[in-house]
């Protein structure tokens, strides 16, 4: 069985910063895309950023500039580290993974709450 487990949410003001991680865990043969969402209440999961197996990544319009998405394939963990933060941004924000295991499955973590304040 294959986990995806996110950490490093949090209270952060305005202006401020935090890292999100997420680590997958299990019989992984390989992983292509990885990416992070996010849903704010009241409001349906949007794509925050994504990062392909060989690098290339895709941001929200809303976060470019601010957020960068990295991986580490031989650790088979993710990261989002997220600068300027602001009120709006505040959601929990989930890890997404296309694994390769025993059979090819999409997996999400279980998210982390990020709550920014003005």
């Known amino acids: 069985q294959v986990q995806l487990v996110e950490s490093g949410g949090g209270l952060v003001q305005a202006g401020g910063s935090l890292r999100l991680s997420c680590s997958a865990s299990g019989i992984i043969v390989s992983i292509n895309a990885m990416g992070w969402y996010r849903q704010a209440p009241g409001k349906q999961r949007e794509l925050v950023a994504v990062i392909r197996s060989g690098g290339i990544t895709i941001y929200a319009d809303s976060v470019k500039g601010r957020f960068t998405i990295s991986r580490d394939n031989a650790k088979n963990t993710l990261s989002l580290q997220m600068n300027s933060l602001k009120p709006e941004d505040t959601a929990v924000y989930y890890c997404?993974?296309?694994?390769?295991?025993?059979?090819?499955?999409?997996?999400w973590g279980k998210g982390t709450l990020v709550t920014v304040s003005s």
């Open positions: 997404n993974a296309d694994v390769q295991s025993v059979g090819r499955m999409n997996l």
